[in-house]
């Protein structure tokens, strides 16, 4: 017994070499302090480093055997039938207006398109490859700078430009950008003076009324000489008369 408690009534407790101590404040980890110079350069010497991705490198690293990558364009038959149709709308329509539109159901676009097509106008959706491809060396190659993707082109006659903008008010998701009324490119502001304009035969009644109002002002203008003399000779002869009767 003595040899077990080495000459102690109870056994000994082994010495710890690590002791748990608490702090007496919250620690703060958010904000945690910095660690001490040796801690930090065990973090910095262990800190792990990366390459960069494989996306990022270049063919020549991935791969040995290198093919290069040809970019052919397919000839879709499709396509050129709907190119056609598109440069036939821009030559036989006198106005075109390019237009953009925003988030819109059928249910409010498919009035609209009718009221369009009632008044002997129409509503196409093209996209880019489509008007580059029916544009490309003619005189519209200037509007591909409209079109980023599918976009809306109405086809008309320009004496329905008032008819348009009285329809547009009612789908204010579709956005007038600009236009094209007789090979003339013009923007928003200019469309709405020449909606504007009365027609081609009330400008003509208009012209033909002050012309004929300019004639008859220079024909009145030239017959007033003679009138005015006329009369002061009509006066005269009354005079002569009146004075030969009181002679007599």
Known sequence: ?????????????PALFVIAKRFRGKINIQKPRKPHFERQLLI????????????????????????EKRNTEIDNPFERILAKECLDWFNTSKMVVFLHMNSISMEDKTPIFAALRK????????????????????????????????????????????????????????????GIIQDKFMSKNELLEFSKLPSLDVARSQLCSVLQ??????????????????????????????????ES
């Open 1 to 13: 017994m003595a040899s077990v408690t080495n000459g102690y009534g109870l056994l000994r407790t």
């Open 44 to 67: 910095d010497l262990t800190k792990p480093v990366f390459g960069p991705p494989k996306y990022k490198l270049p063919d020549l690293v991935l791969c040995t055997k290198l093919q």
């Open 119 to 178: 008044n002997n106008m129409h509503l196409r959706t093209y996209g880019k490859k489509i008007v580059s491809m029916a544009t490309k060396g003619t005189r519209y190659e200037a509007v591909n700078c409209l079109f980023t993707s599918h976009q809306n082109i109405i086809f008309g006659q320009p004496e329905n430009a008032d008819k348009m903008f009285k329809i547009l008010k009612k789908a204010p998701q579709l956005v007038v950008m600009a």
């Open 213 to 246: 109002s300019a004639a008859s002002c220079l024909v009145g203008q030239l017959n007033q000489s003679q009138q005015t003399l006329v009369s002061h000779l009509e006066k005269h002869l009354e005079i002569q008369k009146g004075g030969e009767k009181q």
